[in-house]
């Protein structure tokens, strides 16, 4: 078995010192912590971490808690979130919700249970009172916008800002007849969110809300089905020149069923999304979206449960412009 006193000889430190950077000591100098993460990786070194609670009152491991981590944002989110931590030396268990309130406190307190360090949460249908009764016992770190304006800090993107961005894309290259493709029935917050941007940008171009198409659910699949009523409306004499999507997964399969019912896009029809995944840098053509900074989000949400002081304005946002709506740039 592999011990720190053979990580300190591999990296050239005293066993303290490796024993420092395990647990997230912040005095180690940045060429030395390098030095011992490289170490551990090539010894294959695995921490005690019975051990090292009792010794220190650090666990050494947060627990996150997504509703999907099949979901190509909450999958790429969690990545980075477990490689921020790993970065400070820290463990990372993971539960997923499918944004189920019951599921989510069930999660919630099976991981508390685990006595980490920190929950880093991205709730869904978690109330103000759930977050109260979790707060006192667990250094917390919210993602996403649920409780935002509620008094409760959370991590997010200003979701009317970049769907205003967005949409005023679409309305700058020339598009006048926007659908906006949400989901039915109640949605998550940023859905809301996103739908105010919409409306806002078009009320502020002169130009009329188009009838909103509705996805089941936030995947691709559903999103397929949203696209094909859009093309029988299309079909049937509507005007829609360009559409956008409340998340990339949707607008995928938007994409996909625009193609299938022979509407050509951004020839006929521009398609932009949200979130950034890395499928919609590779689909044909490649998708116009809302880039969140999803590493600052990581960043700040492992600074939070790891007790140090981390920014709660807005994450940074860019608009990404790609070939599904280069047509109308043009």
């Given amino acids: 078995m592999v011990t720190q006193m053979d990580v300190a000889r591999r990296a050239g430190v005293a066993r303290r010192t490796v024993s420092n950077v395990v647990t997230g000591f912040p005095y180690v100098s940045d060429d030395v912590r390098a030095r011992v993460q490289q170490a551990i990786a090539e010894l294959g070194y695995v921490p005690n971490r019975a051990a090292q609670q009792l010794r220190t009152g650090h666990s050494g491991v947060v627990a996150l808690v997504v509703p999907e981590m099949g979901v190509g944002y909450f999958g790429e989110l969690c990545t980075l979130i477990v490689e921020e931590a790993a970065a400070h030396g820290i463990g990372t268990v993971v539960a997923q919700t499918h944004g189920i309130r019951e599921r989510e406190m069930a999660e919630i307190e ?23 009764s979790i707060g006192g016992r667990v250094g917390l770190a919210l993602i996403g916008e649920h409780f935002a304006g509620s008094g409760v800090g959370s991590i997010a993107v200003d979701n009317i800002a970049a769907s205003e961005a967005v949409v005023g894309h679409l309305i700058h290259s020339g598009c006048a007849r926007i659908a906006y493709v949400g989901v039915a029935g109640p949605a998550p917050r940023f859905h809301e969110l996103r739908r105010t941007g919409y409306t806002a940008a078009l009320r502020t171009a002169g130009l009329p809300a188009v009838r909103e198409a509705h996805a089941a659910d936030f995947t691709a699949r559903d999103g397929y089905d949203a696209g094909r009523a859009l093309a029988d409306r299309i079909a049937g004499g509507e005007e829609i020149d360009a559409v956008f999507c409340v998340t990339d997964e949707v607008a995928i399969g938007v994409l996909r069923a625009l193609h299938d019912a022979g509407l050509r896009v951004p020839a006929d029809i521009a398609l932009a999304g949200f979130d950034d995944i890395t499928e919609g840098q590779y689909s044909i053509p490649r998708l116009t979206t809302i880039a969140p900074d999803k590493r600052g989000i990581a960043q700040r949400a492992v600074a939070l449960v790891r007790g140090e002081n981390a920014r709660t304005d807005p994450v940074d946002f860019r608009l990404a412009e790609r070939e599904s709506t280069q047509r109308a740039s043009a």
């Fill in 110 to 132: 099976r991981l508390i249970a685990l006595q980490p360090d920190g929950l880093i949460v991205s709730p869904l249908e978690l109330t103000s009172a759930d977050i109260g």
